[in-house]
């Protein structure tokens, strides 16, 4: 129905403040969030005082699966614009009394916050989120569907390392993609960026159909590597059942790992990139996580710039005018 096409666009949703996904988000989006990203930087740099963008207005994040990066990086971010934050884990709250997800959306936006930062491991229900709220939603991550603020980060992150637009660059992305949030939202913005993409892994874990995506499909690791400008390199999602149909631990290491061996037939000018949490001597070795080519700990400063310009630009679509003023006759939901 196009009713539903229209509710799940990206583009729609983010003209309303949610960001649930980087599936058709428009370049211009990404470029608005990147020049505003790129003046939030020398905040998080310490170069410049922390802006009052969001001074008066509440952000909560509610975590419902595990996290330390995107978790801290959203309440650095809001913190870094002036917001109070509130953070809320499953341990702790009544999620574990048996309360649902839109129960307990609802229930915080009654309480009058600007924006809910959102993880669950249910993919999907971020979206099923938004549409209860009229307040902004971000996904923070929802199971295998998306994690727009990472896909966001990753790519900015690129382009700041590479210092030109992502045109025909050679990325290759190696592990877990069937089962990664990460790499659906990676290849969502780097193919709108028009990079040229590989991905990498044993059939259980990269499967042929995932070129419906838009992507290559490669076994051979060694066969890609010396190419790529930007290896990025994923963990087996053993929570979502990622380790089914690999063989050993030691048999995947020999075929799929960044090994510091391997590392030594890039190319001399190829990066390095994880999302983390980074398993160390599985897919990665330490001597190339912590070497010059990687650029891990910058995707993470990086990744507080991004949430950042997010939060700035969430609570300024959607809204409620002032600090404190009321959001209109609109009740929840309808205004999305
Ligand atoms: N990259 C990422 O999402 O890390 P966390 O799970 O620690 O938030």
């Given amino acids: 129905m196009a009713h539903d096409r229209r509710e799940s666009g990206s583009a729609h949703w983010w003209q309303r403040g949610s960001l649930l996904s980087l599936h058709d988000l428009p370049t211009s989006a990404i470029h608005e969030l990147f020049d505003r990203a790129h003046a939030c930087l020398p905040v998080v740099e310490a170069e410049e005082p922390r802006r009052s963008t969001l001074a008066g207005r509440t952000i909560v994040n509610l975590f419902f699966e595990d996290s330390t990066r995107t978790r801290v990086s959203f309440a650095q971010a809001a913190s870094l614009c002036g917001a109070d934050v509130i953070t809320v ?4 709250s009544s999620v574990n009394k048996g309360e649902s997800t839109l129960d307990t959306v609802r229930n915080v936006e009654a309480m009058g916050v600007d924006a809910i930062v959102m993880r669950h491991a249910a993919s999907g229900a971020a979206l099923n989120a938004a549409r209860a709220l009229a307040i902004p939603l971000i996904n923070a991550g929802d199971g295998r569907h998306q994690h727009p603020t990472q896909g966001l980060l990753d790519a900015f992150t690129i382009r700041q390392a590479i210092g ?3 045109t025909d660059l050679p990325v290759v992305i190696v592990g877990d993609i069937l089962n990664s949030r990460v790499a ?6 780097l193919s709108t ?16 159909s995932l070129e419906t995506l838009g992507v290559a499909v490669e076994r051979d690791f060694d066969a890609v590597l010396g190419d790529a400008r930007i290896v990025m390199m994923l963990r087996i999602q053993f929570e979502r059942m990622g380790g089914r149909g690999i063989g050993s631990l030691r048999e995947y290491r020999t075929r799929y790992a960044l090994t510091a061996a391997r590392e030594t037939r890039m190319r001399d000018d190829a990066l390095v990139m994880h999302p983390g949490p980074v398993n160390r001597g599985v897919e990665l ?17 990086n990744g507080v710039a991004i949430r950042m310009a997010v939060l700035e630009l969430a609570v300024e679509r959607g809204g409620r005018g002032s600090p404190g003023e009321p959001r209109g006759s609109e009740g929840p939901g309808r205004r999305h």
């Fill in 89 to 92: 884990t499953a341990t702790g």
């Fill in 164 to 166: 030109r637009p992502l």
């Fill in 184 to 189: 659906r939202s990676a290849i969502a913005i």
């Fill in 193 to 208: 960026l028009g990079a040229r993409l590989t991905v990498v892994g044993p059939p259980a874990l990269a499967p042929r």
């Fill in 285 to 301: 070795d330490p001597e190339v996580a912590d070497g010059p080519r990687s650029l891990i700990l910058r995707q993470v400063r």
